[in-house]
Structure formats: structure tokens, C-alpha cells
């Protein structure tokens, strides 16, 4: 197949919907297809163009085997809910700007239209690249906005979650086939209207790439690597942290790494002297990453403990497991803290106080926490082989694209 893939974020930059993106068209392209993605200037998360590229209307570059085109953006930091719209906005407004007068540029021809939607902007304007070549469309939800705004204090009949929630919904119905990554994902569009025969659920996933561990052994080594955003409460899991310590009998350390709306409040928490054990770094490469993933004992994946994120499985746990490092979740009852509990690759703190309190002081007072921690990597580094590894979940989405558009999932002929 001829596959236009139309995604806000690519490589190289360092988030998880450009690894998701940039995984994919690698991975079809192995697979004989023809990939070309409609992106923007990489620019997160400091909103500034990386240094290397001479920002044009529209753009062209080969990473690998994939065709990258990329459309002019309004890069700024995104530190704020508003930035992040008008980010989107701006990617929208110049992406159909070229889509209707530099449709030449695009050296189609395509079989089909993919546009995943970590902002919904991304997914409309794959909507208007369908309409503008007259081909299938695919829309891939990673998350539901509207959902996330409740979650972290918007009123649900308030006019910018109902803006928001229009425009996921209209444009999940116009899609011919829509991908989300959470079983709940699905039962919420269901719910809304969304007619279920053409939703399918296709997970966010890994390669298993397990590091060679650094750790101190008189010290219990946490890390939180990612977006530093409001959805986390990344400040209430410090204290956390410092009581898994506590009750293993080590010293903690708690390694932050990443950009984002709340990095000011983790700033002023870890400013005091009640956390000497915490430190707080900039994003940075995944290649620079590796070392600190290998230094944690466990890494935190948080979530605000919402009902609204109940249906959420953060990239994070996927990039964790695949390392082999078990997860200490904290977060509501829901997807994610099932995945880790029912395949025993961490912990799950989705109780009251006391609850996780407890389960922190049963798990790390044992005497044999360590060998139990040991057997959580290997299951860890197991489960995603046989049930999330990237090539797989590849796979999956281009027979999602083949049966919107009516070609084999192996792109060689049409059924």
C-alpha cells in the first residue's frame, strides 16, 4: 500500500507519539509498503526548531526508508493547555494551506489517509488530506481530550470540553476506520455514538531492548521519565518514593526527567530540604536516556487518580517493561493498573493512603523483595515480546488501513 500518514509529531523528537509514528513507517516500509508522513518541524518540547533545519512552508526529507514532509508549525514550548491548542491550531492552518495549493508537492499517488490524533488537529487535517485526494481515512485516537480536561478539573459541560469533545467525536464518525489503544478508549466512543464495527483496538507497545543494570546496593533507585504535565501529579509521587525507601530499609533516589505544564511545581516541591534525594533534569534523547533507565530499580508511571483516566495506559510503561524494569503505578483502578498487576511486573498503588501505604510495607518489608523485583524483569522483558512489541502492533494497524482501502494486509493485491 501507498500510506499518507499525517502525525503532529515525529522523529526526532523525543515523545511517544513520534516513537509510535516514526516505529510504524519503519516497520511498513520493512514490510513493502510505501510511507509518507505529513509532520510538522520537530520543535518539542522547547519550542524552538532543532538546530539543523531551515524552516520552509513545506519541506522535504528522507529518515530511512520513510518520505517525511513537514509543514510549517507555530513552535512554542508547550507548557500550557492553550499553547498546546494553539500548536495544534497552527499545524492544522498551513497543513491544509499546502494540502490545497501544493498538492503536486505531495507526489502521490496514496491508497490511503492515516492520521493519528495525539492533538485532534492532527486528525482533521488527515480528514482534509483524505477529502482533498479522494481517498480512505484511518484516525488513530492515542488519547480523548475531552476526557483528560475533566479529569484534571474542567467541568464536563463547560464550553471548552464540549468544543473538544465535538471535535474528537465528529471526527471519530467521519473516519472509515477508527484505531484507539484501550479497550475503555472504545467503550467510550460506543457509548457516544460511534458505530462499533469499525473501531479497533490497537495497544501502544515496545521492542523488548532490556539494559544493563547500574544500581547501588544500598539504595532503592526510582525514575520518571516523560511528560511533566498536569494529567501525572508527578509532586505527590515523591513522597511515595521516599516511603518504598523506607520500608526496604535503603536510601532513596528518585531521578525526573522531562518537559512540561507542572515542571514548575516539581521545581518548588523538590526545592526544599525535605527531598535531598530527588533531582529534576531536562528532556533528553532516548539514546541519553539509557543510562538512567539502567540506574532505576523501578520506574513511575502516575496518573491523576480520576475516574477519567481509568481507560489510559500511559507510553510510559510499555518503554519501562521493555527495558525490564518493573513499574510502580500510582494512579485509579482501571487499564494500566491491571496490566501491571495481572502480569505481576510491578505495583499498583490505586487505593486510599492507607491502602498503598500498606501495600508498599508488605512488598518492600519482605525479606525476599529482591528476588521478587528480579522475577518482575524477566516477566517484564516476556511479556512484551509475545504481547507488545512494535512490529506486531505495526502489523495490526497497516491490516486496519488494508481492510479500510480494500488491499491485502501484505499490500499486494486488492480483495
Known amino acids: 500500500m501507498r500510506i499518507l500518514y499525517v502525525t503532529q509529531l515525529y522523529e526526532p523528537e523525543n515523545v511517544a507519539g513520534a516513537f509510535r509514528a516514526s516505529d510504524h513507517a519503519r516497520a511498513w516500509c520493512a514490510r513493502g509498503h510505501e510511507v509518507t508522513v505529513l509532520t510538522g518541524w520537530p520543535h ?3 519550542g524552538e526548531v532543532f538546530e ?3 524552516v520552509d512552508a513545506l519541506g522535504e526529507e528522507w529518515c530511512g526508508p520513510v518520505r517525511v514532509l513537514r509543514s510549517r508549525v507555530v ?4 507548557t500550557s493547555f492553550v499553547r498546546r491548542i494553539q500548536n495544534g491550531l497552527g499545524f492544522l492552518w498551513f497543513g491544509i494551506l499546502n494540502a490545497v495549493f501544493r498538492k503536486r508537492d505531495f507526489k502521490g499517488p496514496f491508497d490511503v489517509v492515516f492520521g493519528t490524533s ?3 488537529f492532527a486528525g482533521w487535517l488527515g480528514f482534509v ?3 482533498r485526494f479522494k481517498l480512505p481515512f484511518v484516525v488513530e485516537f492515542r488519547d480523548l481530550t475531552f476526557e483528560q480536561m475533566v479529569a484534571t478539573g474542567s467541568r464536563r459541560e463547560g464550553l471548552g470540553v464540549r468544543l473538544m ?4 467525536l465528529g471526527l471519530a464518525k467521519r473516519g472509515d476506520r477508527v484505531i484507539v489503544l484501550t479497550e475503555g478508549f472504545r467503550d467510550i466512543l460506543v457509548r457516544e455514538g460511534v458505530p462499533s464495527s469499525k473501531i479497533f483496538v490497537v495497544p501502544n507497545g515496545a521492542d523488548p531492548c532490556p539494559v544493563t543494570r547500574e544500581v547501588s546496593p544500598d539504595v532503592l533507585s526510582f525514575g520518571y521519565f516523560g511528560t511533566l504535565g498536569l494529567s501525572q501529579d508527578i509532586p505527590s509521587t515523591i513522597e511515595w518514593v521516599a516511603r518504598a525507601a523506607c520500608a526496604a530499609g535503603r536510601e532513596p533516589r528518585y531521578l525526573i526527567i522531562g518537559e512540561g505544564a507542572a515542571r514548575g511545581d516539581i521545581e518548588k516541591t523538590i526545592g526544599t530540604d525535605r527531598y ?3 533531582e529534576l533534569l531536562h528532556g533528553m534523547s532516548k539514546d541519553d536516556l539509557e543510562k538512567h533507565y539502567a540506574a532505576c530499580d523501578m520506574t513511575v508511571v502516575s496518573l491523576r487518580k480520576a475516574e477519567e483516566f481509568a481507560s489510559t495506559i500511559p507510553s510510559k510503561v510499555f518503554q519501562s517493561l521493555a527495558r525490564g524494569i518493573p513499574v510502580l503505578f500510582l494512579g485509579p483502578e482501571g487499564e494500566c493498573s491491571r496490566l501491571v498487576s495481572e502480569n505481576r511486573v510491578g ?3 490505586t487505593g486510599t493512603p492507607d491502602e498503598d501505604d500498606r501495600v508498599l510495607r508488605e512488598f518492600f518489608g519482605s525479606p525476599d523483595w529482591e528476588t521478587e523485583l528480579a522475577a518482575m524483569r524477566e516477566r517484564a522483558l516476556v511479556l512484551m515480546d509475545e504481547r507488545y512489541s512494535r512490529r506486531a502492533l505495526a502489523d495490526r494497524v497497516v491490516s486496519v488501513l488494508g481492510d479500510a482501502v480494500g488491499v491485502n494486509p501484505d499490500g499486494c493485491g486488492v480483495s
Request: aromatic share 12%; with cysteine; glycine share 8%.
Open 44 to 46: 518539542y518540547p522547547k
Open 52 to 54: 539543523g533545519y531551515e
Open 75 to 78: 513552535a512554542r514550548p508547550l
Open 118 to 120: 495525539g492533538t485532534v
Open 129 to 131: 488530506c483524505a477529502r
Open 165 to 168: 469533545k465535538a471535535a474528537e
Open 276 to 278: 535531598p534525594f530527588c
Open 347 to 349: 505495583l499498583v498503588l
